[in-house]
């Protein structure tokens, strides 16, 4: 029920009409919850594109001292997710024609959704690597070579036939910020190790405590939507 | 409005594209602190499939459509986009509502360019004042006033507007990222003051009876729905009391496609609107009252074809005329010795100098008019949305990460809020390529930031950054807008014009009253009024307009029908 709710949108409620005094809006039961991924495993990426976008992710966000990176936090899975559902068929996006490039400030004009995006700019990517890279395909390079690949992307430096190079770096690069640092339910942020990276406390949502104290650190450990290991809110 | 009108006796059908949206359902703390859903997804944001427009900087360009929600977010559902505001609760100044007559009269007419379609509002402050303090109790706004009745208080804002009643309840508290930049501000000599709030500083009380709760500080406030009952909207002032009138009826997701007139062009016989199964229907009234967000309001009028819309070239026209935004830059500050975690934040926590806001300073020579309030808020830490790292940092990759980490708890921003000048040129007219779901042609949006804007930014960097540095911080960063107005990076659901009131016919759409000059049963409600947009949220004074019409209708428009002023 719950995945019904994100998947249809806001607005795609019946109609409804409410008498004032007679009719009460307050319905038990109507709880908007969000929709968590319950079954780990990709379902839109092929092995080949998973392949790409977990070594595409981990050079954004890189695993280091500081902590874990986007690949281990799951932020693949994240994006896999995000691209088989309402957001990756650009369901509440107005797609309608005619298709032009315009400016900049112009924002986003691609007719592509994005999985359809993910999906031909990955095979773009990977058969230029191959064929200027002898055979190889982006996962097998270096972190160098990898990044120069992903610089020329954000550059619009790489001619991806159909996809926009610009516009497939900006996707990506959200969505890896989205899969590291949102809440645990949607498949990224493992662990919380993107907000414990950050000292970000997560879903919590009473601070009374700590207004007057100025430049103390916040010793209290982060909470998802869910809980924390040691306190689960689903119970 | 329908509160207003419904108290006085009157039946009121409200019809509404969105669907019914309630605390306890829609946006409970055990769900509501989700950035991705809310903030990135819009789960509470209207959506481009259903309603946009198209967009350009200049008249030479092809408009595109937003495909994509970016600089503003209009909300859609009951309670509209206040339900996801930050609670930043301003009046605007005297010299707004008089802004021409007022600058004549300090610089002489020649300081406003050819191209600035500068016009008075038809109304004063002083009219205004009494629904302003209305909108404040039913609000519970929590602040320190400046000016009760043209006695100075410390410790408010001295440049505003004599009020009179101080605000309902005490101002909030201020974390640490807040109190240095007003103990900064304050050793510049300037005149700090805490943000008029939204967010309940303590529990509260309504004149209607409807009771709020502390704000705790969750840092959940804007593009969010409060799951506390601490952040004032028409969820937690007005709708568990309109609610229970028995002369109120409410329709969900129905959305008004047209308002009819009768044969002589001059009297509305009601709207046509389609409900969710696409069904069409036509609803008779003897009043129609368009209270849609301003773009929607602007649209509406113009598919309906009333009014004479608005031509840049000849000057002709009036419905989507002054067009007007928000300018937004920012300047960041990065510490070395200061943890000031941001996530303990709310949407109208902060400190605000206006010193260089309105008239309240001389603008001779500056080459620009009006101004902005500065502030240094802390509303949230929101992690993905909340990235300030320092000038010179690379955008990703393992310098991006440290930067980001190591900046995350002892960064913060300082920020304008810029006032927009109507131009000639920037306007809301209809889009001749691209349809709405509807088969209406959408909306088109020409703006661009002009001179004024971009002199007054250029000003005000300065005064941020003198600002700024006097906190003492290890480094700060520039964030300007510019120099033309991108509709991809959010910066403020402050959207206004196309529908502006004014003295006059031959200026503006509607009258002082918000009624519609040509259709004396039409009123037409909302930020779209604004004949220009002032150095201050929005909020307030749509509020106070939206009391000031309901009154103008309840005690003269309902007795004597007709319209309210002569033209």
Redesign the interface.
């Known amino acids: 029920m719950a995945a019904a709710s994100i998947a249809l949108g806001a607005n795609e409620a019946p109609a409804r009409e409410i008498k004032g005094g007679a009719d009460d809006p307050w319905l038990p039961h109507q709880a908007d919850a969000p929709a968590p991924l319950e079954k780990p495993g990709y379902l839109f990426f092929t092995p080949e594109e998973a392949v790409f976008v977990e070594a595409a992710t981990e050079r954004l966000i890189p695993e280091d001292n500081l902590g874990p990176g986007a690949k281990e936090c799951g932020v693949p899975l994240f994006i896999d997710h995000q691209l088989a559902g309402a957001y990756g068929r650009a369901g509440t996006w107005y797609m309608q024609g005619p298709w032009g490039k315009g400016q900049d400030t112009q924002g986003f004009q691609s007719r592509m959704t994005p999985s359809a995006l993910y999906r031909a700019a990955i095979k773009a990517i990977d058969e230029h690597v191959m064929s200027s890279q002898g055979g190889k395909l982006f996962a097998d390079l270096s972190s160098e070579a990898q990044e120069a690949i992903l610089s020329d992307l954000e550059g619009g430096k790489l001619d991806l036939g159909g996809a926009d190079a610009k516009t497939f770096f900006k996707m990506l690069w959200q969505n890896t910020k989205e899969g590291m640092f949102s809440d645990p339910i949607y498949g990224g942020n493992k662990d919380m190790a993107g907000w414990k990276m950050l000292g970000f406390p997560g879903a919590r949502y009473n601070y009374l405590d700590w207004l007057d104290r100025h430049g103390e650190h916040y010793d209290q450990p982060p909470v998802g939507i869910r809980g924390r290991p040691g306190w689960n809110s689903t119970g | 409005m329908a509160q207003e009108l ?1 108290a006085a006796g009157h039946d009121v059908l409200a019809l509404e ?4 949206r ?1 605390t ?3 946006f ?4 509501i ?5 809310y903030r ?5 944001f209207e ?4 309603e ?1 427009l198209t ?3 200049t008249p030479d ?8 929600l ?1 600089s503003f977010l209009p909300g ?2 009951v309670g509209g986009s206040i339900l996801h505001w930050n609670g930043q609760a301003f009046r605007f100044l005297p010299y707004d509502f008089e802004i021409r007559g007022k600058t004549a009269a300090r610089y002489g007419e020649t300081v406003i360019p050819a191209d600035m379609t500068l016009q008075d509002w038809g109304v004063t402050y002083d009219e205004l004042e009494p629904h302003y303090t209305r909108w404040e109790e039913l609000c519970g706004i929590a602040g320190q006033a400046g000016n009760v009745s043209g006695k100075k208080l410390p410790g408010g804002n001295p440049f505003e507007g004599p009020r009179s009643k101080p605000y309902p309840t005490p101002p909030m ?1 201020q ?2 990222g807040p ?1 240095l930049f007003g103990e900064a501000a304050g050793s510049l000599k300037l005149h700090p003051f805490p943000c008029p709030s939204g967010n309940m500083s303590q529990a509260y009380t309504n004149p209607l009876g409807v009771s709020m709760a ?1 704000c ?5 406030c804007e593009k969010f729905g409060c ?2 009952y601490s952040k004032a909207s028409a969820q937690t002032t007005i709708l568990p009391v ?13 959305e008004v496609t047209r308002i009819n007139l009768d044969g002589s062009g001059t009297h509305a016989t009601g709207v046509t609107y389609i ?3 696409g069904n069409e229907f036509e609803q008779p009234a003897e009043l129609v009252i368009v209270c849609a967000y301003i773009l929607h309001n602007v649209h509406l009028l113009m598919t309906s074809g009333i009014g004479t819309r608005y031509d840049p070239a000849t000057g002709q026209g009036t419905l989507g005329k002054n067009y007007c935004y928000q300018l937004t830059p920012s300047v960041d500050i990065f510490f070395d010795d ?2 000031l ?1 941001p ?2 934040g709310a949407g109208a926590l902060g400190m605000i100098v206006d010193d260089w806001n309105g008239d309240n300073f001389d603008h001779t020579g500056l080459g620009f008019i009006h101004g902005g309030y500065i502030a240094g808020y802390m509303t949230t ?4 949305e909340t ?1 300030l790292v320092p000038e010179g940092t690379p ?4 310098k ?3 930067a ?2 190591k900046n ?2 002892t960064s913060m921003s300082i920020s304008l809020m810029g006032a927009v000048m109507p131009n000639k040129v920037n306007c809301l007219d209809l889009d001749p ?3 709405d779901v509807y088969g209406r042609p959408l909306m088109r949006m020409t703006f661009d930031f002009k001179q004024n804007e971009l002199k007054l930014q250029d000003f005000a960097m300065g005064k941020m950054a003198e600002i700024a540095k006097a906190m003492h911080p290890r480094e700060i960063k520039k964030s300007p807008r510019g120099p ?5 990076p959010y910066q403020s659901t402050h959207n206004t014009g196309g529908a502006i009131m004014g003295a006059n016919r031959r200026e503006s759409v509607v009258n002082r009253y918000l009624q519609h000059w040509d259709v004396p049963n039409l009123f037409v409600v909302g930020a779209s009024a604004f004949p220009h947009n002032s150095g201050y949220n929005p909020t307030g004074t749509v509020s106070a307009l939206a009391l000031w019409a309901a009154e103008a209708i309840r005690s003269q428009y309902l007795k004597h029908p007709g319209p309210l002023v002569r033209s």
């Open positions: 419904t594209r969105g669907s019914w309630d306890g359902t829609d409970a703390p055990s769900f602190q989700d950035e991705l859903r990135y997804q819009g789960h509470l959506q481009t499939a259903q946009t967009f350009r900087n360009q092809t408009a595109l459509p937003m495909r994509r970016g859609t559902g508290k974390t640490y109190t502390p705790t500080y969750c840092g959940f799951g506390n309109l609610m229970q009138n028995k002369n109120f009826t409410l329709r969900t997701e129905c409900d969710a199964q200061k943890v975690n996530f303990v830490g929101r992690p993905i990235e955008k990703w990759g393992a991006w990460k440290q980001f980490v995350y708890l390529t691209y349809r033309h107005y991108d509709i991809v």
